[in-house]
């Protein structure tokens, strides 16, 4: 991937407005960083689209699962970074793109996938029909003939504990949770949650809590935040699992590949102190 054919030619990073994890913008970022060009594909023109262009991306709108906006996509592109939110359209998105990576010729197609499918077959899945998705789509993406690279991650620090752990944190003072080639790729450790709200008192300089909370009440929280159902059965799914010790694993294969340790949970919960700390105007 280091011929100047390639490094003439943008580098496709889907969801790259996307909030979940902000996976697809933080590449976009460190990608530019490195004088790669990067197209920058969004749902919608606003703020955020903006905000990508002021960081020197080329910014393109368009549907994943929409084969004329991927063709605009993709066309003219040498590698791909593919990665999308929950959805319940994600197998179409995946098989969409696929093809129209195939028909362009890509030199590298990376597939953000998720830790689970490391697990599963076709007598083994889980009650999620987003882990079903994911591991067709990595069955798909295997037959399809293209260069892939599939990276199987746990869990993102922004997209998990930002995401969902900020406002217990703020408001209460205790983690309200009840959870727990390819490249697997885990944090520096693996511990449960009271050793994390062990974590969270020492770097915030306050004592945080862990409340294990009923799967039930995990779920109704979800759905009063707004979130679809789709991704409500597949969080909560994920919990079971967590409590099953299905994501207790160690990998090395994050150092190997960026030569970078993982960051650590204190270091990201400093990082995002604020995130995690209410303001005198509302408490």
């Given at each position: 991937?280091t011929?100047?054919?390639?490094?003439?030619?943008?580098?496709?990073v889907?969801?790259?407005a996307?909030?979940?994890?902000?996976i697809?913008?933080?590449?976009t970022?460190?990608?530019?960083?490195k004088?790669?060009?990067?197209?920058?594909?969004?749902r919608r023109e606003?703020e955020?689209?903006?905000?990508?262009?002021?960081?020197?991306?080329?910014?393109?709108?368009?549907d994943?699962t929409?084969?004329?906006?991927?063709h605009?996509a993709?066309?003219?592109?040498?590698r791909?970074?593919?990665?999308m939110?929950?959805s319940?359209?994600?197998?179409?998105?995946?098989?969409n793109t696929?093809?129209v990576?195939?028909h362009?010729g890509?030199?590298?197609f990376v597939?953000?996938?998720?830790?689970?499918?490391?697990?599963?077959?076709?007598?083994e899945?889980?009650?999620?029909?987003?882990?079903?998705?994911?591991?067709?789509?990595?069955q798909?993406l295997?037959?399809?003939g293209?260069?892939?690279?599939t990276?199987?991650?746990?869990?993102?620090?922004e997209?998990f504990?930002?995401?969902?752990?900020?406002?217990?944190?703020?408001?209460?003072?205790?983690?309200?949770?009840?959870?727990?080639?390819?490249?697997?790729?885990?944090?520096?450790q693996?511990?449960?949650?009271?050793?994390?709200?062990?974590?969270?008192?020492e770097?915030?300089g306050?004592?945080?809590r862990?409340?294990?909370?009923p799967?039930?009440e995990?779920?109704?929280?979800?759905?009063a935040?707004?979130?679809?159902?789709?991704v409500?059965?597949?969080?909560?799914?994920?919990?079971e699992?967590?409590?099953?010790?299905?994501?207790d694993r160690?990998s090395?294969?994050?150092?190997?590949?960026?030569?970078e340790?993982?960051?650590r949970m204190?270091?990201?919960?400093?990082?995002?102190?604020?995130?995690?700390?209410?303001?005198?105007?509302?408490?």
């Amino acid at each position: 991937m280091t011929t100047k054919s390639a490094s003439d030619r943008p580098i496709l990073v889907t969801g790259a407005a996307g909030a979940v994890g902000a996976i697809g913008r933080n590449l976009t970022a460190m990608l530019l960083a490195k004088g790669h060009k990067v197209r920058a594909l969004v749902r919608r023109e606003d703020e955020r689209a903006r905000a990508l262009r002021r960081l020197g991306a080329e910014v393109v709108q368009g549907d994943l699962t929409d084969l004329a906006s991927m063709h605009r996509a993709i066309e003219r592109c040498a590698r791909v970074y593919f990665g999308m939110s929950v959805s319940a359209a994600y197998l179409e998105a995946t098989v969409n793109t696929a093809a129209v990576a195939r028909h362009h010729g890509v030199e590298a197609f990376v597939n953000m996938s998720q830790m689970t499918v490391t697990q599963m077959s076709v007598t083994e899945t889980t009650d999620s029909p987003q882990h079903k998705l994911h591991w067709l789509a990595e069955q798909a993406l295997s037959w399809s003939g293209l260069p892939v690279v599939t990276v199987r991650p746990t869990v993102f620090l922004e997209g998990f504990f930002l995401l969902f752990a900020a406002a217990s944190v703020c408001d209460a003072d205790e983690l309200a949770l009840h959870i727990g080639h390819i490249y697997n790729l885990t944090g520096p450790q693996s511990a449960d949650l009271d050793h994390y709200a062990r974590v969270f008192s020492e770097a915030l300089g306050r004592t945080i809590r862990y409340r294990d909370v009923p799967t039930s009440e995990w779920s109704e929280k979800l759905r009063a935040a707004g979130l679809p159902e789709h991704v409500v059965h597949h969080l909560t799914v994920m919990t079971e699992l967590h409590k099953q010790g299905r994501y207790d694993r160690m990998s090395d294969d994050y150092r190997k590949l960026t030569g970078e340790t993982p960051t650590r949970m204190a270091d990201f919960v400093k990082l995002h102190a604020a995130e995690f700390t209410r303001s005198k105007a509302t408490a």
